[in-house]
Every structure is written in C-alpha cells, then in structure tokens.
C-alpha cells in the first residue's frame, strides 16, 4: 500500500459527507476498533457517520467508546455515498449488507487480509499490517486529526486483540510504536486486558469445557481441532460471539503445526476457523473452500456436516505432512 494512496483516500474523505461504515460478522476487537475510531475521526471533521454490522457486539467489546451506535437493523439505514469495509476481506462475512455493496456507493475498502475480494477503487489493502486498526491509524494522521482518549482506546483494543496480545506473527513494530503512543494519550492496558480477556459469562466459560472436552488430535499430531454445535450453545445460553479466540486452545498443543475449531451454522452449513504456528499456510487450505484470511489465521465455510468436514480436514492434515519438511 502506497503513501499516495493514503493520500488519495483521504482526500476523497474530505469531499464526501455521509458515511456507511460496515465490518465481518461475529466481529473481534479489530473490526469494532478500528471501525469506530475511523467513525469518531470522521465525526470530528464534520461528517455523518453510520455503523453497520450484521450481527450483535461480543459482551466483552460493550465498553469501546461508541459501540452503542451500531446498528443491526438495516431498514434504518438511510441512503449513503460511501460504505467504508473495514477488516474484512471477503465479501460473504458482510452478511446482508453485501447485497448493497458496489451498488452505486463508493467502495474504501481498508483491510488487512492476503485475500481480498471487496469490490471498489479505494483499496487501502495491506497485508503486512498488524490490524486494519494500524492502516486506520495511518490514515487518521493522513487526515491530520488528533487522537482522542476514545479513538486511542478503540485502536489500542483492535490491536491488542488482533495481535493475540502481542503473540501472534502479525506482531510488527508498527504495533508496538502505535501502542506506546496510545498508551501515552492515557490508555490503561491493564484495564482493557480486564474488559476484554476477564468478563467471561458463566455461559461462554461452560462452553469452553464443553469445546475443549471435543478436541480431536490428526495421527501425525500436526493438527488438531475442536467442534461446536448447536447443542452445546443451547445448552450454555450462549451464541457465536462466546466463541471468539477459542480456536487458539487447539493450537496451544506442544507439536500442532495448524489447528481448526468447525462451527455449526445450521445442519448443512459449517464455519471453519483455522490457525497456524507459522510454517502452514492456513489461508491456502480457506481458499480451496472458498474462503480466505491471513497466512496463519483463516476461515471458510462449507456444505455438509460436522463429520464430513472433520474427514476432510483430518485428510488435509495427512498431506500437509507428506507434502512438506514438517
Ligand atoms: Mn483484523
């Protein structure tokens, strides 16, 4: 992603007044974060601004400065100029709201996903990014705008969640930089890591032991997955925003190369998320369903039932291993 491109989206923000700004469903920190700091900087410089996402904020993001002004009800939506597709690089995991995009709206289209099919000219797409929040940030200070307490609160939670707290691969200076100064600007991490690692439901932690007890290992111990279906959410009263980072525990595994947790959407239809150590390229596997995402965090899903897409996940773990100096 280029500086003139930065350059260029910024000065097509300047001359538009209304604004759509829609992320993935089952949305993480990132995709709230950067979606509302990029709405407060907005805001500031005299703009309307709407955020749109498909489904329900997680509990643990309700205290992100302005997350009470996303709507799930698209009748509401008025007419719009721009829709801004924040952290999201598939055009499916809009929900309903994909339907409208490209329509006659302009397109900005800010993302760090390697695979991105979001139709639209501005592309602010780089794939070296620790969280679309870092390509947010940049453009904030292409739009010379201050960072307020709450724009610095919502980009530091995208980033720290994004990162896997600091953990993941995508872990760049970038991150650190932009924290420290964030940090500065009066953010607190220790009262974010409480908001959002230490307000588990007792439902979303019944779940966890549910999950957990499903784990299943390949015979080659590279890979290793966890299931949840639709019973064991009825039965902990919890829904698919309880399940966020669950598919790290899989990969947590001494000797797991790549791991999967597969959710039931309804009795035909499964998600898979997928996560790497680092040396498989999870996204490669995603795009052979149709999906996508980064090289050690993915998605796709699939026709069929839990058994089916176990078979086939298991029969990739087996050539995974053939095929490469694991
Ligand atoms: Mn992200």
Redesign the pocket.
């Known amino acids: 992603m280029t500086s003139n491109l930065l350059k260029q989206a910024a000065a097509f923000i300047k001359t538009e007044d209304r604004f759509l700004i829609t992320t993935h469903v089952n949305p993480?920190g990132?995709?709230m974060g950067s979606s509302l700091a990029l709405g407060e900087i907005l805001k500031m410089i005299g703009k309307e601004v709407v955020y749109y996402c498909d489904s329900p904020v997680p509990d643990q993001y309700l205290f992100l400065p302005g997350v009470d002004q996303f709507t799930r009800n698209f009748a509401d939506i008025e007419p719009f100029n721009v829709v801004v597709v924040i952290?999201c690089g598939d055009l499916e995991r809009l929900g309903d709201i994909s339907k409208k995009i490209g329509e006659t709206e302009t397109v900005l289209n800010i993302d760090?996903h390697m695979t991105n099919n979001i139709p639209g000219e501005l592309r602010l797409v780089d794939a070296n990014a620790c969280?679309?929040a870092e390509i947010v940030y940049r453009l904030i200070k292409e739009l010379e705008q201050p960072i307020t307490h709450a724009v610095a609160l919502n980009l530091y939670t995208a980033i720290l969640t994004?990162t896997g707290s600091f953990r993941f691969s995508n872990t760049n200076r970038a991150a650190f930089k932009m924290c420290e100064e964030l940090v500065e600007l009066g953010v607190v991490p220790q009262l974010v890591a409480q908001q959002v690692y230490g307000t588990y439901s007792e439902g979303r932690l019944r779940l966890l032991t549910e999950v957990l007890n499903s784990l299943e290992i390949s015979p080659n111990k590279i890979f290793a997955m966890v299931t949840v279906t639709h019973a064991m959410m009825t039965k902990t009263r919890t829904g698919p925003g309880d399940i966020n980072g669950f598919v790290d525990y899989p990969r947590f595994i001494k000797g797991t190369e790549f791991a999967a947790l597969a959710r039931e959407i309804n009795e035909k239809k499964i998600h898979v998320s997928l996560r790497s150590k680092g040396k498989v390229d999870v996204s490669e596997i995603a795009e052979r369903f149709g999906g996508g995402g980064h090289f050690t965090a993915s998605g796709f899903n699939m026709e069929g039932t839990l058994e089916s897409v176990k078979t086939h996940l298991f029969q990739i773990a087996d050539s995974v291993e053939k095929s490469s100096q694991l």
């Open positions: 993480d990132d995709a952290d760090h969280a679309a994004d």
